[in-house]
C-alpha cells in the first residue's frame, strides 16, 4: 500500500469514520457545544444540519462519548419509516417490551411513556437521536413532535435530536411544522472547513497516521487546489488526498504538485480543476479580444484609406504635399517658411523605489508597529522590552509565508550586493504588500524581489514576561499561571484551568489547541503554540489591519 512508501502506520485519508483521526475546527468545536448545550437543558429538539460530508457523524460520535453516564440514547440511523415503524425502533433501541404482533400507534406510545416515567424516577435521562432526518415524511415528523408532549409537572422526558442536510431546516420553516420548530432548542448549520483549516486537517491526519511533524506531503500550493476543489468538506478532502498520495507514490515522488492534483480531480471528480477567474471569464475575455482587434483593424483601415490620395501623388514615401496641391487647376505651389520643429519631449523620469529600505530602517519600521519605544538598534540581540521577542525562519517558498498575517522582515540584497530589506505586510497570488520608506503600503509584484531574496525571514511577536522555555505538565511559576490566564481568556472563562501548577486539565486544553492549529499535539506550551494564542486572541498586530491603517492614514493626507 502506498502509506508504507511514506513511511506511515496506515491509510490516512479513509473515509470511514475512524476516532482516532478527530479533528476539531472551531466550527466543529461550536456544533458540539450547542448539542451538549440542548441535551443539558433537557427537553425539546436539538437540530444539527449540515451539507454532505461536513462532519455530522464525527460530531455524533463527540457527543456519544461526552453524554453523562446517567444517559440512555436510541439511535435510529434509517429514517425511511412510517410513525408505527420509527416508534417501534425507538422502543426496540431502548429495550422496550411490546406486543409485536397486534402494536398500534397507542401501544407503542403507551410503552415509551411508561418507560420515559420509570427513567425518570431514576434520575435517568433519554435522548433519541435521528440521523439523515431530512427524508422524513411530515406525518412522521408530526408524531415526533407529539413525542415531546411526555412530561411531568417540571419537565420534559424525552430529548430529540434532529441531524440532517440544509433541506431539514427548510423542511421544518414550512407552516404546517411551526409547532414543532419553535420546540427547537438549540441548532446548529456545520459550515465546511475554512483554507487554514483544511491544511490543518490534512496535516493531522498524516501526523496521526505516523507522519512527523517537520515532514511536508502536501505543499501550500496544492493544499490550496484542494481546498478550491472540495470546497472545505472533509469528506472530498478524504478522497481527492488519497488519490494525490497514490499518484505520488505511482511516480515514486515524495511530496505532491500541481500536476498530480490535476490529475486527481480528473479521476475523483470525473472533471478538469476548476479555475474562478478563467473558467468563468475566458468567453468574455475572448469577446473583448475580438472586439480590441476589429476596433483596432478599422482603426488602421481609416488611416489607411485618408492617407491614399496624398500617397498616390507623393513624389516620395516621407514627403508631404498640401491637399490643394494635388488639384490641377491650383497655382504653383508656394514655399512657405519651414514649421519650427516641436521640441521633442523631456524622457520620463526612472520611479523610485522606495520599497527597498535600508536594513536598520526596516527594522525601526517593524519595531514601532510592536511598541511604543524607540528602537535601539539589534531587534534580535537584546531583551529591550520585556516580553517582545524576534522569531525567524528560511522557506522556499512565497507560499510559505502566506499562513501569517502578521508583519514580517525580508532580508534582501540587490543587484550592486548591496545590503537591503523588505517589510511585507501580506502576500497574495503574485503580488506582496509592502510598507514604503513614506510609511504607505504599495502593491509589488514579487517578481521584483524574488531574485533579492535568499528565503530568510523576520518577525516580533509578544510572549508573556514571564515565559524563558517550554513549559509542560508539572511545571510550576509564574509562567504556567500567565499561559493558563490566556487560554481562559481564549474560552471566555473567569477562572483559569490551574492557578500555579501545569495540570492534566492545561494539558489537555493545550492539545486540542495544538490540534485545531496543526500543530504537533505534545501538550508543551512553545514558542509556535504561544504565538498562535497570541493570533488567536489579537495580542500581536495583524498584517491586514495594519494595511487598512496605513492606507487611511494616507488618504487622510
Known amino acids: 500500500m502506498y502509506f508504507q512508501y511514506f513511511g506511515l502506520n496506515e491509510a490516512p485519508f479513509s473515509i470511514a469514520v475512524n476516532p482516532r483521526y478527530l479533528f476539531m475546527s472551531a466550527r466543529h468545536r461550536d456544533a458540539l457545544a450547542h448539542l451538549l448545550y440542548g441535551v443539558g437543558a433537557g427537553g425539546g ?18 457527543l456519544l ?74 406525518e412522521v415528523l408530526e408524531q415526533i413532535r407529539l413525542l415531546t408532549n411526555l412530561e411531568t409537572n417540571s419537565e420534559k422526558l424525552l430529548q430529540i435530536i434532529l441531524i440532517g442536510q440544509p433541506e431539514l431546516a427548510q423542511l421544518l420553516a414550512r407552516p404546517e411544522l411551526r409547532q414543532l420548530n419553535q420546540r427547537i432548542t438549540a441548532r446548529y448549520n456545520l459550515e465546511p472547513l475554512n483554507l487554514a483549516e483544511t491544511g490543518a486537517y490534512i496535516q493531522h491526519r498524516l501526523q496521526v497516521a505516523g507522519m512527523t511533524a517537520d515532514r511536508q506531503i502536501f505543499p501550500p500550493a496544492v493544499v490550496k487546489g484542494i481546498y ?11 478522497v481527492l488526498c488519497d488519490r494525490i498520495m497514490l499518484g505520488a507514490y505511482g511516480r515514486n515522488k515524495g511530496r505532491a504538485d500541481m500536476a498530480m492534483l490535476r490529475l486527481a480531480t480528473r479521476e475523483v471528480m470525473g472533471e478538469e480543476m476548476t479555475s474562478t477567474s478563467a473558467g468563468r471569464w475566458w468567453p468574455w475575455a475572448g469577446a473583448a479580444a475580438l472586439m480590441a482587434m476589429l ?17 498616390a501623388q507623393s513624389p516620395t514615401a516621407n514627403q508631404t504635399i498640401p491637399m490643394a496641391a494635388s488639384v490641377a487647376t491650383a497655382p504653383a505651389p508656394v514655399e512657405e517658411p519651414m514649421a519650427e520643429p516641436e521640441p521633442e519631449p523631456e524622457p520620463e523620469a526612472t520611479p523610485e523605489i522606495n520599497w527597498l529600505l535600508a536594513p536598520e530602517e526596516a527594522e525601526g519600521l517593524l519595531w514601532s508597529m510592536h511598541s511604543r519605544q524607540a528602537y535601539l538598534g539589534s531587534l534580535c540581540e537584546s531583551r529591550q522590552e520585556p516580553g517582545l521577542r524576534c522569531g525567524d525562519g528560511v522557506v522556499s517558498t512565497w507560499d510559505e509565508l502566506t499562513i501569517y498575517d502578521r508583519p514580517i522582515l525580508i532580508n534582501l540584497v ?43 525571514y523576520r518577525f516580533l511577536w509578544r510572549a508573556p514576561a514571564t515565559f524563558e522555555q517550554p513549559l509542560a505538565e508539572g511545571d510550576e511559576g509564574p509562567a504556567v499561571v500567565d499561559v493558563a490566564a490566556l487560554f481562559a481568556r481564549l474560552d471566555g472563562q473567569t477562572r483559569p484551568l490551574t492557578t500555579r501548577r501545569f495540570n492534566r486539565a492545561l494539558t489537555q486544553r493545550v492539545i486540542y489547541f495544538q490540534e485545531a492549529r496543526g500543530l504537533e499535539a505534545d501538550g508543551v506550551v512553545g514558542e ?28 487622510a493626507q
Open 45 to 62: 429538539f436539538i437540530l444539527l444540519t449540515g451539507e454532505v460530508g461536513t462532519g455530522k457523524t464525527t460530531i455524533n460520535r463527540c
Open 65 to 138: 462519548e461526552q453524554l453523562p453516564e446517567d444517559t440512555d440514547l436510541a439511535i435510529i440511523l434509517n429514517p425511511a419509516l412510517n410513525a408505527m415503524e420509527l416508534l417501534a425502533t425507538a422502543c426496540d433501541e431502548l429495550g422496550i417490551e411490546y406486543d409485536r404482533e397486534g402494536h398500534t400507534l397507542k401501544s407503542l406510545t403507551d410503552a415509551l411513556h411508561a418507560y420515559l416515567l420509570e427513567n425518570h424516577s431514576k434520575g435517568r435521562k433519554t435522548v433519541l437521536m435521528i440521523d439523515e432526518a431530512q427524508h422524513l415524511d411530515f
Open 228 to 238: 478550491r476543489q472540495t470546497r472545505g468538506i472533509p469528506r472530498l478532502i478524504n
Open 295 to 311: 476596433f483596432a483593424g478599422g482603426w488602421w483601415y481609416y488611416g489607411e484609406l485618408a492617407q491614399t490620395p496624398a500617397r
Open 414 to 456: 540587490t543587484p550592486e550586493r548591496f545590503a537591503a530589506a523588505a517589510l511585507l505586510l501580506g502576500v497574495q497570488g503574485r503580488e506582496a504588500w509592502v510598507v514604503d520608506a513614506n510609511g504607505s503600503v504599495q502593491s509589488l509584484a514579487l517578481a521584483e524581489m524574488a531574485p533579492m531574496w535568499d528565503g530568510n
Open 528 to 555: 509556535q503554540t504561544l504565538q498562535q494564542l497570541n493570533a488567536a486572541l489579537g495580542i500581536d498586530p495583524v498584517a491586514s489591519a495594519l494595511r487598512q491603517q496605513l492606507a487611511d492614514g494616507s488618504a
